[in-house]
């Protein structure tokens, strides 16, 4: 689930998805709220807030970050003006330590590996292909619903045939100064622990 909002650029309103989603949708408008559907099978993907800050006050510009907060008040605005959906929102870290338990060629492409990745409460499968990741490696991973700097939202993915939940990011894609300008992931030290959040 993302919220984004560009008062410059947009005016006040707020954009929230709540799933990735192609083709048609449907808009229902109550007020200043409209709940956006899929056409095939009327699933609920996202809303647009319009006069945002008459109910909300969002501090920041672009991608924002929700809060337990936001989002109980989203939630009250999607109730006040009749409309029935349940937000439920993942407010863990989307950017996290993990460690490449296991590291093994890609089937069907020479420059992928298939890793294992511990990321503490769980064990990611991702697809790379940054030459210099291996196992025993700490790194820095972006997991399913992270949005990255470049504004691109990651999401479980298929590469040739191999499922792949997440990202193992370089310093340039997470837009850190200094970033090399040879292709690889970023190895962290061992002061880093499995599991914890990158950014906070």
Do not use: W
Request: a negative charge.
């Amino acid at each position: 689930m993302n919220l984004f909002y560009n008062p410059n650029g947009v005016g006040d309103v707020a954009f929230l998805q709540i799933e990735p989603a192609e083709g048609e949708f449907n808009y229902r408008k109550n007020n200043d709220v409209v709940e956006i559907t899929k056409e095939d099978d009327n699933q609920v993907v996202g809303y647009n807030f319009f006069n945002i800050s008459n109910h909300i006050q969002i501090e920041g510009n672009g991608h924002i970050k929700l809060t337990e907060d936001i989002v109980e008040q989203l939630q009250q605005m999607i109730k006040n003006n009749g409309f029935t959906f349940e937000l439920n929102a993942d407010l863990s870290p989307k950017f996290v330590v993990g460690y490449v338990e296991t590291k093994e060629k890609h089937p069907d492409a020479d420059k992928l590996s298939v890793l294992n990745v511990n990321v503490g409460n769980d064990t990611l499968q991702i697809v790379c292909g940054a030459p210099n990741v291996d196992q025993g490696q700490k790194v820095v991973v972006a997991k399913v619903g992270a949005v990255m700097p470049s504004g691109m939202v990651i999401k479980d993915a298929e590469l040739r045939g191999v499922a792949s939940s997440g990202m193992i990011c370089s310093m340039k894609e997470l837009n850190l100064p200094n970033a090399p300008k040879e292709k690889g992931i970023m190895v962290l030290d061992d002061s880093y622990e499995i599991g914890q959040a990158f950014f906070e």
